[in-house]
């Protein structure tokens, strides 16, 4: 979505050295941010020093609106501006390198939920394969729960957590909390489930039987767009679960 959305500008990739210095910048304007997607794993410790990244994600405590009146009143900061949905994108002046950057905030009300419905994942896989392994359990959840007269139906989305319709009625309104979503998914749901489950291999080590749902998740992966831009990535994925151990 925003990725290519200064391409034309040429940006400087981010490193770690600029992240330290990028997260501080953004903190003199915003004092309730946490880093999302893959900024997660510069924040973690993970890679840092042969890791590059095409922008940083933050999530926001406030309106989208304020972001946007916050950046546009510093345009020596904030040298670009585009919006994307929730999420405003801009390019941030790094004076220590001389150079623009590209950073995205994401509006949020509750950034601790929203950091790990939004987790970068792990240096192995990106935290969209954990995402569409969630989407995929709720899919099976449905199929167990459902009868011939009570269709159930769980979705998550991202960032605002997961709902359920019975027979087309709403029946809860959607809760980013990580313990109810991977209850309603039929998972473990623990503190320490909660904490491994931020990453694809970790999701993997609270399933019963892994291998079993290697022919469903490869179907539900052949099924979407990411499966058709980025086959790669989801089949080495499909290859870790296969041999799970």
């Known amino acids: 979505m925003s990725g290519n959305a200064f391409k034309d500008f040429n940006p400087k990739r981010v490193e770690y050295d600029d992240y330290i210095v990028l997260k501080a910048i953004v903190?003199?304007?915003f004092k309730n941010i946490a880093e999302i997607g893959s900024a997660q794993l510069f924040r973690d410790g993970v890679g840092v020093y042969v890791r590059t990244l095409g922008d940083l994600d933050f999530a926001v405590e406030l309106p989208k609106a304020e972001i946007l009146k916050i950046v546009k009143a510093h345009p020596d900061t904030f040298q670009a501006v585009k919006v994307f949905g929730n999420t405003v994108s801009t390019l941030v002046y790094n004076p220590e390198e001389e150079c623009i950057q590209h950073v995205d905030f994401m509006t949020s009300t509750d950034i601790d939920n929203e950091e790990w419905v939004m987790t970068g994942g792990s240096d192995k896989f990106k935290g969209v394969v954990r995402n569409m392994m969630l989407c995929y359990l709720a899919r099976v959840q449905n199929a167990k729960e459902s009868t011939e007269d009570r269709i159930i139906k769980h979705?998550?989305?991202f960032p605002s957590g997961v709902?359920?319709?019975v027979n087309g009625e709403q029946i809860t309104e959607r809760n980013n909390q990580p313990s109810a979503?991977?209850?309603t998914l039929g998972l473990k749901s623990d503190s320490e489930?909660?904490?491994v489950?931020?990453?694809y291999e970790g999701l993997l080590g609270?399933?019963?039987d892994v291998q079993s749902h290697y022919d469903g998740f490869k179907a539900y992966c052949e099924e979407s767009y990411f499966y058709r831009k980025n086959p790669v990535l989801l089949d080495r994925a499909l290859?870790?679960?296969k041999n799970f151990e």
Request: proline share 0%; net charge negative.
């Open 206 to 208: 609270i399933l019963d």
């Open 155 to 157: 979705t998550v989305a």
């Open 163 to 165: 709902s359920t319709r």
């Open 193 to 195: 489930s909660v904490d």
């Open 181 to 183: 979503i991977l209850h």
């Open 197 to 199: 489950a931020k990453t």
């Open 239 to 241: 290859d870790y679960l």
């Open 27 to 29: 903190g003199h304007f």
